[in-house]
Each structure stands twice: as C-alpha cells, then as structure tokens.
C-alpha cells in the first residue's frame, strides 16, 4: 500500500479542504439557523453550497463507475470523505451523503436501464433524496434474515406489507424513492435466497410515516429517520432490483464501500474534535495554568491523536485490499474498520466534551450532536458485536486450518 496520493487526488483534496474553510465551517450557523424554519426542508444555503460545490467539480466524488461519478478508488476517495466527514451536513454538499450514495451504487451496479433513467440520474444530479428501508421494530435486524416485510408478486406487480423504522433520510421532504428489502420467498430452505429489494416510490398510495425517530434527542434534519408503514403498496414488477431473491448479493455489493465512507467520515469528525480539544486545553486556565499543562489532558490528547491514526491507517488498508482484491476478500478488515472506528469516534469526542465541560454538552458547538451520530453507527451497517462474531469466525477458522496444516 502506497502511502502517498497521486497528484490528482492531492489537488482534489486541497480544493476540497479550501471549499470547506471558505464556505462550509461559516455556514454551519446559517444551516442550523435556517433548519428552525422548516425542519424537513431544504435549507437554503444548502442548495446554494451545492450549487457551488457542482460548478467547482466537486460533486459525486464517491463513485468508482467514471461514467457515474469521480471515477476514484476506494482508497483515493478516502480521504475526501475523512475531510466530509468533519462537518455532519457536509457531505450532502457534495452530493455524497448517506444513504443516497448507497443507493446510487446499488443503482449504479445493480440497477435496470430504466431504473437508472427514473432514478439514478435524478439522484446524480442531487434533484431529489432517497433512503434504504431495512431495519424492522419487531425482530432483531441485526440479523437481515429475521426481516418479515413481505413482497408479494400479483400479476404485473409487486404488493408490499411490512413496518419499518430508522429510516435515515426518508422524513426528507425532496426524498423521492426508497429502497425496500423484504422476503420474496420467506419458504425458500436457503435464508440468504428469501430476500430481495424493491424500489418504492414516497408518494405510493399505502406508504404511510407513522413518525421521526430520534437518537439521544435529536431529530438529525433535514434527513430525520422516520418510522414508515407499507400497508398493501403496489408497485410495478419492473421495480425490482435484479431479481428475486439477490436481496443479500446487492446488500453485500453495497454494504463494503458504505462502511469505508462511514469509517473515513468519523475520522474526520474526530480529528476535528480533537483539535477542538488541543485548542480549548491551550485557552482555557484553570487553577492558575492552562489546562494543557495538566498531565491528565495531555494524555487524552496524546490518547487520542494515537486512536484516530490507528483508525485512519486500518480503514485506508481496508480500502487499498478492496480496490486490490474485492470486498470479499477484504471482508475481514472491513468488519475490523467497522469495530474500531465509530468506537474510537465515541471515545475521542467523549475527551472532547469532558475538556470543554457544559460547553460540550450544549448546542453551541458540534460536540454533543457528533458523538450522538459515532455512537449510531456503532449500530448502523450492523452492530459491533454482529461483526466481532463473524470477524472472530473468521480467524478461529483461518488460524485452526493453519495449525492443523503445521502439524501434518
């Protein structure tokens, strides 16, 4: 692995780190300001950003597929995403916010020529929001097996019957289509052959959001994640997304890219935090000296700095043997990224908040909100122990075959 970037993803950062420090941090009062208005809505200096960020050429940067998108590598996009990722809203400005871009490469790999034309191109030119709807109230969604929303092939069409929650994005007001997973063929001895995904329109008669769902209080607008019912939705068989039963081939397809982005962006978000916490420990005086000089607050820094490297360089191996290999054959060190990075994110924000004291708790700075959202994705794309028990299957296996073979 090269630890070097080429010149083009060296000039795309800097102009990326230039977009944000003149545009992006002076908005974030303006964003928060403008969301009161309307919560769901579209903020206007949002429209506006993006407008800019689409003139100067940053935009759709997460897409491998040059036709769609930048045409970078997992391990080029990388650090355009930890710069993202220091700003919660910020990779919306880039039209590289989840889950859309989930949803585009879903579209972009998997999708019909049709289903491209309604809604990938849409989607590309940052027209309209989407949002995956997979997580279920009722069972354990951990594991996507369990899932019992139901669709059900009648004639030329598909009905849809199931209950829904934590739908990130759909309480969005411009979010026009959802990707739905559900069973086909719950009958279907092979589990991982039950499953399919569909596409459904917002607007289909039956969908119906009972409510926004809120993490540790906040409702995350303008995206939200709403609890959503699909009560006998009928949409065209055409929608569906590759077949019946390749539900769990397309969440794999998906699931690989969408946790390096995640991974990337708390990166970011706690390299911010801590350069928040050196510079509050260098101003702040507390029994007659800087705190900096307390023994104490320079170790959660030094902690810290430590941690986010870590992180930083696992995650960009991960990305490098994906682009190398494939994502199965980086499945390992993909589910080790998604261990350690949103529990390192909690850990450094966590310093980050004790060393700013209420004045991290509160709403005055992005403290409190960005550990609420590292925490989420200790959830998110599965939880920590879903991929330790499959992480550390892995290795007993691997680990056993090769003592077995030593001894032989």
């Known amino acids: 692995m090269h630890f070097e970037y080429s010149d083009r993803v060296q000039s795309l950062l800097q102009r990326l780190r230039t977009f944000m420090h003149t545009h992006v941090y002076p908005s974030e009062p303006v964003f928060q300001e403008q969301l009161q208005a309307d919560r769901w809505g579209q903020p206007p200096v949002l429209e506006e950003l993006k407008a800019r960020a689409r003139k100067e050429e940053l935009w759709n940067l997460f897409l491998p597929d040059a036709r769609f998108g930048a045409g970078l590598s997992n391990l080029e996009y990388a650090p355009l995403a930890e710069e993202m990722g220091r700003v919660l809203f910020a990779s919306e400005v880039f039209n590289c916010s989840a889950p859309d871009t989930g949803n585009m490469e879903v579209l972009a790999q998997y999708g019909s020529p049709q289903q491209q034309e309604q809604w990938l191109q849409p989607l590309l030119d940052g027209e309209i929001r989407s949002a995956f709807a997979m997580t279920e109230p009722a069972v354990a969604s951990s594991d996507a097996t369990n899932i019992e929303t139901s669709i059900v092939r009648d004639g030329d069409d598909y009905v849809i019957n199931g209950h829904k929650f934590y739908i990130s994005g759909l309480m969005n007001k411009r979010c ?41 209080g906040y409702d995350d607008a303008p995206e939200g994640h709403a609890e959503v019912l699909f009560e006998n939705v009928r949409v065209p068989a055409s929608n569906l997304i590759l077949g019946e039963g390749r539900g769990f081939e397309i969440a794999q397809g998906r699931l690989g890219p969408g946790r390096i982005h995640h991974c990337m962006r708390l990166v970011g978000l706690a390299q911010r935090a801590l350069e928040m916490m050196s510079q509050r420990a260098e101003q702040r005086v507390v029994f007659g000296r800087p705190m900096s000089k307390q023994g104490s607050v320079r170790e959660d820094i030094a902690r810290s700095a430590c941690e986010i490297e870590q992180a930083r360089l696992l995650t960009l191996k991960a990305a490098d043997q994906m682009d190398r290999h494939g994502n199965k054959a980086a499945r390992d060190l993909i589910a080790m990224i998604k261990i350690v990075a949103p529990q390192m994110a909690c850990n450094v924000i966590d310093r980050a908040i004790q060393i700013h004291g209420a004045a991290g708790l509160g709403q005055d700075l992005v403290l409190a909100h960005a550990y609420a959202y590292a925490r989420t994705i200790r959830l998110a794309d599965g939880p920590d122990q879903v991929h330790m028990m499959q992480l550390g299957r892995n290795l007993a296996a691997h680990y056993g075959a090769l003592a077995g073979q030593a001894e032989q």
């Open 176 to 216: 026009k289509i959802m990707i739905v997973m559900g069973k086909t063929d719950p009958d279907n001895p092979n589990r991982h052959r039950q499953q399919s995904q569909i596409l459904v329109p917002t607007d289909t008669p039956g969908v119906r959001i009972v409510r926004p769902m809120k993490v540790f």
